[in-house]
């Protein structure tokens, strides 16, 4: 009856044995992420270009920046991975309510960081650092609202998994899936790893321009 | 073997977008995940644009054939020949490519399909919806302007003020006269509407290295597979790689047009030679992404048309993988003017000249490959040959622009035009078209008529001489390109006439080979299973081929499988040709093969791609309209695909 899988894409309703022993899937998601690090790579890029052009507003840098605060939300961030993975454990062993907890638990840590992220911005553009001051916090708001936007879809296929699961239509049989969306948020967390020390960790310098 | 029982179950339940089954019928083409269909699609709507482009080009030529020509005005000439080089490259050259790789990769390999299939549909319908979208500005403000690689800040700098956007009318701009608002919508169609094609792109790129990777029938090890799969396997890496920097480029101009960020604004500070820097990050690669299906035709057809292997099956593969690594490395010579210094120009020159030794390989082994064949000289071979010819040529004038002194002087005249067309239009559009007159009997059953094809040859290889040999000249004695006319005294007339009539004899051409394709498929003779006595395992299936490709999984036990299927190996050592029917596994088309599974068709992916034009016009507008067209546009695209997500297969339905 209705027990319809979730796939991303209509390869599995082939059944046969694929070439490299890896499913279509998985391999699909590789292959996506390692596009995604030309996306990140150019954004970055284009942020560390633009340190310290200020436009002529040399109090609008990197002195706004709350480390502290940032620390605490790319901690919570990491600590979702590790949720991630013991979902993934969770439904690989058939512990369904094990699997609702932590999936919950990823979505809910993605959530907060985010919360966190709408909270730094509107702080900064009170502070008058909006979108349009300088080349410097175009490049600021572009690339984390980029990051911001992988998770936030992120967050949303947790959800969904979550839902499946209270209905019973996601079960150990597609813990594959879990595998995969897992993959993609492990993949976001660790570019943030990359961004926060570009943009948080590097020591600033005085305005240049 | 593949084939599993089909379910039993038959009773349906009608409910909106089940899915659909038909695989005949005009919704059948909308709905479909074949690749064959798909890929036929592709080819339709590339010729499409071809024409389209071609069209404008014979516009500019018009133009161009007298001194000081009134008859098209700068504005309308700026934006043709933008939309003549957006369209060819964008909108001819990829899908062009994606149209004989998805036709003929999964064949080759001895698949029934692509890895993902819907996503493959996806692909199209977002190319389509892209297309679409860029030529949307003709009921707009006009078409796009700043040429196809729209350099800032003249891309960004006029015009863009969103606060006043929202309030001030929409007022048009006069004669010559812009507007910033008119400006503003032209740049958001170019940036927004390459996006889209980006997307689309990017997404058959995941498709086919999966594909490759994944979907080889038992037997097909890489280095056995045919060189048209390993090329488009190299080709999906570089559309995979290069997609993402055009990708944020476009998106960073978009955010300087619509919403007044400082990415490529020098007033506020910003660089933007970062703009050109991105670009050809993307656009080196794109060069050499636009030409690979033609290596990969000329690599089937010139060692079916000399009966040889190909010369050096081991060395294309490598000199393949070599550019494209070195492709990553030479962007910059189409930025030796912008003053990078003495270190940064020397080691692009130096690349560049590195980049021609592994294509220098490819045309060794071409003409190896000719040298001492028994020459079968068809249409499609005669293309092959002008292709090796021409983009020889086309390849040697890029050599001199490598060097930096030589490349200050050509820089923006017509000898950089003539050197592209030699090898876009001389590599590309002449390797194309061996392709089309190689594989139109397999993909219609049909042969094209070899005398109007040779006809077509001849014609088009005199006319492209005229149209593009001259501008060497033209570029030499100093004509600029992108200008709208010049004056009589510069001794450039008579040239331009004689190039404007070359560019008509081309459009005769072109209009003999699409003549000879729409006749030939009616009255072309029928072409039989394998009409060129040829190498690889498309030709191994019926022509055209039955939906599921092959009717059962072929095993491969080496490198030009069908060869070996159709000789063995005699007392004396010699190959021997097997009588017709003495091959070890017939293939059968009279059976109904109901138990092989494939994929089912799905609305999901044309749905999802109409939501994706509508949040690019949401830009157009401001404020309330701006977010619920974006909220509109979302909900389609996201909505489809959470319903691809979770669509059942078409037995799981009832």
Redesign the interface.
């Given at each position: 009856?209705?027990?319809?899988s979730?796939?991303?894409?209509?390869?599995s309703?082939?059944?046969?044995a694929?070439?490299?022993g890896?499913s279509?899937e998985k391999?699909?998601m590789w292959?996506?992420i390692?596009?995604?690090c030309?996306?990140f790579?150019?954004?970055i890029s284009?942020y560390l270009?633009?340190y310290g052009?200020?436009?002529?507003q040399p109090e609008i840098s990197p002195a706004l920046y709350d480390i502290p605060f940032t620390s605490v939300s790319t901690f919570v961030l990491l600590m979702s991975s590790l949720g991630m993975v013991l979902a993934l454990a969770a439904i690989q062993r058939g512990d369904d309510r094990g699997f609702r907890i932590w999936i919950l638990s990823t979505a809910l840590l993605g959530s907060v960081f985010l919360a966190g992220q709408i909270y730094e911005f509107t702080w900064f553009v009170e502070e008058g650092m909006t979108?349009?001051t300088?080349?410097f916090t175009?490049?600021f708001?572009?690339l984390t609202g980029?990051h911001g936007m992988h998770v936030t879809v992120g967050v949303l296929m947790l959800v969904?998994l979550w839902a499946r699961s209270m209905t019973g239509r996601l079960t150990s049989a597609h813990a594959d899936v879990v595998e995969n969306i897992g993959l993609y948020w492990h993949f976001v967390d660790i570019v943030w790893i990359v961004i926060f020390t570009a943009i948080y960790l590097i020591p600033y310098e005085q305005a240049t321009? | 073997m593949t084939a599993v029982p089909a379910s039993t179950s038959t009773r349906s339940v009608p409910k909106l977008l089940s899915r659909p089954r038909a695989q005949t019928g005009m919704w059948s083409w909308f709905t479909t995940t074949d690749h064959k269909k798909i890929g036929i699609m592709y080819f339709v709507a590339a010729m499409f644009f071809f024409v389209v482009a071609g069209i404008e080009a014979l516009l500019l030529r018009v133009q161009l054939a007298v001194p000081e020509n009134t008859f098209l005005s700068p504005e309308v000439y700026n934006q043709l020949f933008t939309m003549h080089g957006v369209t060819m490259v964008f909108f001819v050259g990829i899908p062009l490519g994606s149209a004989f790789f998805n036709y003929l990769m999964p064949l080759q390999i001895g698949a029934r399909d692509v890895a993902f299939p819907r996503l493959n549909g996806f692909s199209f319908w977002v190319f389509c919806a892209a297309g679409i979208f860029m030529y949307s500005g003709l009921l707009m403000g006009g078409l796009p302007d700043g040429g196809w690689f729209n350099y800032a800040p003249l891309s960004t700098t006029v015009g863009p003020d969103p606060s006043g956007y929202t309030t001030a009318a929409a007022a048009g701009g006069g004669a010559g006269e812009l507007s910033g608002q008119v400006h503003m919508q032209r740049m958001l169609l170019y940036s927004v509407g390459l996006q889209i094609a980006g997307i689309a792109s990017l997404a058959t790129a995941v498709n086919l290295i999966v594909t490759v990777l994944n979907m080889r029938a038992p037997g097909m090890t890489l280095m056995r597979m045919p060189i048209m799969t390993w090329i488009g396997f190299i080709w999906s890496f570089m559309v995979l790689f290069a997609m993402p920097v055009i990708g944020i480029a476009l998106w960073e101009l978009m955010f300087d047009i619509r919403f007044d960020t400082h990415f490529f604004n020098p007033a506020a500070g910003a660089d933007p030679v970062l703009w050109q820097h991105m670009f050809w990050l993307f656009g080196h690669p794109e060069v050499y992404i636009l030409i690979f299906p033609a290596f990969g035709i000329l690599s089937e057809v010139i060692p079916t048309f000399a009966r040889k292997p190909l010369f050096g099956y081991t060395a294309m593969v490598f000199a393949t993988i070599a550019i494209g690594f070195l492709g990553w490395g030479v962007w910059a010579h189409h930025m030796f003017a912008t003053g990078m210094g003495p270190i940064a120009n020397t080691a692009f020159s130096l690349t560049t000249m590195f980049i021609a030794v592994p294509t220098g390989v490819k045309i060794f082994n071409w003409l190896g490959t000719m040298w001492g064949g028994k020459l079968k000289l068809n249409a499609a071979m005669l293309f092959a040959i002008g292709t090796v010819a021409m983009f020889t040529i086309g390849g040697l004038s890029g050599v001199t622009h490598s060097v930096v002194p030589h490349n200050y002087q050509q820089t923006d005249t017509y000898y950089v035009v003539a050197h592209f067309h030699y090898v876009l239009f001389g590599g590309l559009v002449f390797g194309a078209i061996a392709g089309m007159y190689y594989w139109y009997p397999k993909v219609t059953g049909r042969m094209m008529n070899e005398r109007l094809g040779k006809l077509n040859f001849w014609t088009l290889l005199v006319g492209f001489n005229i149209t593009f040999g001259l501008m060497h000249f033209l570029g030499l004695w100093g004509m600029p390109r992108r200008i709208d006319t010049y004056a009589a005294g510069f001794g450039w007339a008579r040239l331009n006439y004689i190039i404007t009539i070359g560019a008509f004899i081309i459009a005769g051409s072109v209009a003999l080979l699409v003549l000879n394709m729409l006749v030939s498929a009616f009255r072309g003779e029928r072409a039989g299973d394998d009409p060129w006595d040829a190498r690889t395992l498309e030709w191994m299936t019926s022509s055209p081929p039955p939906h599921y490709n092959f009717p059962e999984t072929p095993q491969v036990s080496a490198r030009d499988e069908l060869w070996h299927r159709k000789h063995a190996v005699a007392h004396n050592g010699d190959y021997v040709r097997v009588p017709a029917g003495g091959s070890d596994d017939t293939v059968t088309h009279d059976e109904e093969h109901a138990d092989i599974h494939m994929p089912d068709p799905s609305f999901f992916p044309l749905l999802a791609a109409i939501g994706m034009p509508i949040m690019g016009w949401a830009l157009f507008t401001g404020g309330a309209t701006m977010i619920v067209t974006l909220a509109i546009g979302a909900v389609i695209t996201f909505g489809a695909l959470f319903g691809w997500a979770f669509e059942p297969s078409a037995e799981e339905a009832h």
């Open positions: 009856m209705a027990d319809a979730v796939t991303t894409a209509g390869a309703e082939q059944s046969h694929t070439s490299l890896l279509n391999l699909g292959t996506l390692g596009s995604e030309l996306f790579g150019a954004l284009a270009m633009y052009r200020y436009n002529g979108l349009t300088s080349p175009s490049a708001y572009v980029f969904t321009g | -």
